[in-house]
């Protein structure tokens, strides 16, 4: 997976090891020019994409009718942090609707309030699992709802799908969570709870069949007219912020400053407007930006299909139209290949269905290869090539392979949303958002590579410009409660980000406690970001600053050093009860960083390494050691 190009920050892994989707759905009912609703044509309720609004092209009309009571009603019920399990659902929801006598739909738990259970015959349950084992960040409410009630669900039949990624420790524990839910309201099982490691649809599509297979078999179904979640959804609707991740807010750049000198790597510090968005967020939050493409990549992407940037293609559901004027069913493919679609993360189908239409002999003996061994994780040398290769290179190696245009989009992953932490406080800028972004350049196959998102800002946005934005909550990351709590922050690079937000809410408190900040970067002269406001906050005694400038010195210096030279310092803050916080690159810096703290209560709170260990993990538990890392 290439790493580089897309983000700085920690969720982020999601969108390169496992999610391909990003649901910022609003909810809105259809209205199909079509069917008009007064006839009867609307419209079941589900967690609907904004560009279904008005959009009959590529959805089958008679799916959205209201059931008439024919039909058993089927809940798929989602738990999602970026929309990959959105993604299944919906793939299982549409194969469920090929079922003759069944009415699925799509609901996230983020709305589970709109949910009467008591209807419910059969619950199809999808949820991914975050954090330290946490339920997506949404979906914590409807954990803690069941957790705190003991209901009889014994006329609910449920299985579970719980997508997860073993290298975390707690493996899927989310939709265990939720299997274990249902078991104790004594709803009964269909199927074996099904755990999925990272994007694997040979798992996803084996498992939707399965459950398929198992629903007509089902016994002590009853059809229903079972519309009820429609008139729910329209209120729960209603009562949504006015712009989130459903309805993301068209904002304009105010502010773009570079704040690194020399040629290495450049980062910026950007300011977007908040106008009447009504966008709140707190310290420690980050914000999501949906980038376009590269128009430069875009045209070669067209060029090598042999098609034109005015060709009119249909609009993909996921659309985002922000202006209130409906979505046309059918846009240019310059414009969907802009801001639909993901032209570097490829998914295996797409070589599928490139072999299958390849031409040439020895282009399809070289797909063929790199297939034989199946499209899962398990076929290394394939999720190696999609690594490496972006849509343009692929296209590139197998010009006689030319599927329909319709057919090479439909095996494209939606673009993502990037997401950043936020360099800036509320209470300090009500007006504004900051971020602090590296610009991601890179070479692949002997020609320069981009980070969508950072480019995009960097190089294809003026100031007046405007970009979609929404918030993105993160719990995990906050400041004390109690403001005097002295807190350590250790932020080398864009690290750095969130802490000078944090630090600008520490500073408009009163009393607040003290505040340490190790940051680190290559030269004091060349990429100290913030260095005019954290060098003035230290000469007001309003922070101890500790810097390392790895390239300065024959030996180089880190942050890990830093702290290790202020060892009894940071045992004794420890100690006065201070809250850590780590933020970087979980990779390089993250773990080098646990070391040293575990060194540092060894030697001076006379412990031993295991104790340590513990030390700090109750200290995480405590929620005084919290780390918002990237990969
Ligand atoms: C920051 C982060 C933390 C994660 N924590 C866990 C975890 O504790 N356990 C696990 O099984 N998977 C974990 N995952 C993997 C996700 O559950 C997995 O990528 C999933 O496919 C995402 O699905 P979604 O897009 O529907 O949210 C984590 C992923 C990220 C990015």
């Known amino acids: 997976m290439d790493y580089q190009q897309l983000l700085l920050k920690p969720k982020t892994l999601a969108l390169l090891t496992a999610s391909s989707t990003i649901g910022y759905y609003l909810y809105k009912f259809f209205t199909t020019p079509n069917i008009p609703e007064d006839e009867g044509g609307a419209f079941k309720f589900v967690d609907i994409d904004p560009s279904l609004l008005n959009q009959s092209v590529q959805v089958k009309k008679e799916r959205y009718v209201k059931p008439d009571g024919s039909q058993v009603p089927i809940l798929v019920l989602v738990g999602t942090e970026y929309g990959l399990s959105h993604e299944v659902a919906k793939k299982l929801e549409d194969q469920i609707n090929e079922l003759t006598g069944f009415w699925a739909r799509v609901v996230d738990m983020e709305e589970y309030e709109i949910i009467e259970f008591e209807k419910e015959q059969v619950v199809l349950i999808i949820t991914s699992t975050y954090g330290d084992g946490v339920p997506p960040t949404t979906a914590r409410p409807f954990f803690d709802y069941l957790d705190a009630n003991q209901f009889q669900y014994q006329h609910i039949q449920f299985c579970v799908l719980a997508l997860g990624d073993r290298s975390y420790p707690h493996y899927c524990k989310a939709g265990k969570m939720m299997d274990a839910s249902f078991e104790r309201f004594n709803a009964k099982r269909i199927n074996h709870r099904q755990e999925v490691d990272q ?40 009562n949504q912020g006015k712009h989130n991740k459903k309805k993301p807010y068209l904002s304009k750049l105010v502010q773009k400053k570079k704040l690194t000198q020399g040629q290495d790597r450049d980062v910026f510090h950007f300011e977007f407007e908040l106008g009447d968005s009504e966008l709140k967020f707190i310290p420690g939050d980050a914000l999501a930006i949906l980038p376009d493409n590269q128009k430069s990549e875009v045209l070669k992407v067209i060029k090598l299909l042999k098609s034109s940037p005015t060709q009119k293609v249909n609009t993909p559901s996921w659309h985002y139209q922000e202006t209130d004027q409906t979505n046309p069913s059918q846009i240019t493919l310059e414009h969907i290949l802009t801001k639909c679609y993901d032209l570097h993360n490829l998914k295996p189908e797409l070589l599928t269905t490139l072999r299958d239409h390849a031409k040439v002999a020895s282009e399809k003996e070289k797909l063929a290869k790199l297939l034989e061994a199946g499209t899962s994780k398990t076929n290394e040398s394939l999720h190696k090539f999609l690594e490496i290769h972006h849509l343009v290179d692929v296209l590139e190696m197998f010009p006689s392979a030319r599927p329909s245009l319709d057919d090479l989009l439909s095996q494209l992953s ?25 610009v991601v350049k890179y070479q692949l196959h002997g020609s320069e590579r981009i980070g969508v998102a950072s480019t995009h800002m960097a190089d294809r946005m003026a100031i007046g410009d405007r970009v979609s934005i929404f918030v993105n909550n993160n719990p995990d990351f906050r400041l004390p409660e109690d403001p005097k709590t002295p807190i350590i922050m250790i932020g080398p690079g864009t690290g750095i980000a969130p802490f000078i937000a944090f630090l600008q809410q520490r500073l408009l408190q009163e009393n607040s406690g003290e505040n340490h900040l190790f940051f680190g970067c290559r030269k004091s002269t060349e990429d100290f970001l913030y260095s005019n406001e954290l060098k003035q906050w230290e000469s007001e005694n309003k922070l101890k600053l500790y810097t390392a400038f790895s390239r300065e010195t024959s030996q180089k210096i880190y942050v890990q050093n830093r702290l290790e030279e202020n060892s009894l310092e940071i045992s004794n803050l420890l100690q006065a009860g201070a809250h850590i916080y780590i933020c970087g690159d979980a990779n390089s810096m993250a773990p080098q960083v646990h070391e040293t703290l575990v060194n540092i209560i060894t030697k001076h709170q006379s412990m031993d390494q295991a104790d340590a260990e513990l030390y700090l993990h109750r200290l995480e538990k405590q929620k005084r050691y919290q780390k918002d890392t990237w990969f």
Do not use: T
């Open 414 to 438: 939606k673009l993502l949303p990037r997401y950043y932490s936020i360099a800036s406080s509320m209470d300090h800028d009500s007006k504004n958002v900051a971020l602090c972004v590296a």
């Open 199 to 238: 994007e694997d649809w040979s798992v996803f599509d084996k498992w939707i069949q399965n459950v398929c297979n198992i629903i007509p078999k089902l016994e002590g179904l009853e059809p229903r007219a079972d519309d009820y979640l429609y008139e729910k959804a329209k209120s729960f609707a209603l």
